[in-house]
């Protein structure tokens, strides 16, 4: 399994409008072949974050996504990377899982 967590960091009085323009991503992530979960959100305590999730079942599905989604898959288009001040954003391979 593969997960991408991270963080973006948005100007706050951008990140509802940035959020909006993002549903079709994950819209599109979440019917994709592999994807297990697929999320952006705006954090519960500061103002100017939006909370990074996605999980694959494979590398693979997942640059299937990124070279066939949309825009090709591969980031935020050009006018969201230009409001993007700060990302934090990791790739995590999981060997096990179970509950907590």
Same mark, same amino acid.
């Given at each position: 399994?593969?997960?991408?967590?991270?963080?973006?960091?948005? $100007?706050?009085?951008?990140?509802?409008?940035? @959020?909006? !323009?993002?549903?079709?991503?994950?819209? &599109?992530?979440? *019917?994709? %072949?592999?994807?297990?979960?697929?999320?952006?959100?705006?954090?519960?305590?500061?103002?100017?974050?939006?909370?990074?999730? $996605?999980?694959?079942?494979?590398?693979?599905? @997942?640059? !299937?996504?990124?070279?066939?989604?949309? &825009?090709?898959? *591969?980031? %935020?288009?050009?006018?969201?990377?230009?409001?993007?001040?700060?990302?934090?954003?990791?790739?995590?391979?999981?060997?096990?899982?179970?509950?907590?």
């Amino acid at each position: 399994m593969i997960i991408i967590a991270g963080t973006l960091r948005i $100007e706050p009085a951008d990140r509802d409008s940035y @959020l909006a !323009t993002c549903q079709p991503v994950v819209t &599109a992530a979440r *019917s994709a %072949p592999g994807c297990l979960d697929f999320s952006l959100g705006a954090d519960l305590v500061e103002p100017d974050r939006i909370n990074v999730h $996605e999980r694959w079942e494979s590398e693979a599905d @997942l640059l !299937t996504f990124r070279d066939q989604g949309p &825009a090709d898959g *591969s980031g %935020p288009s050009g006018e969201q990377l230009a409001q993007i001040r700060d990302a934090q954003v990791w790739r995590f391979e999981v060997s096990s899982v179970g509950p907590p």
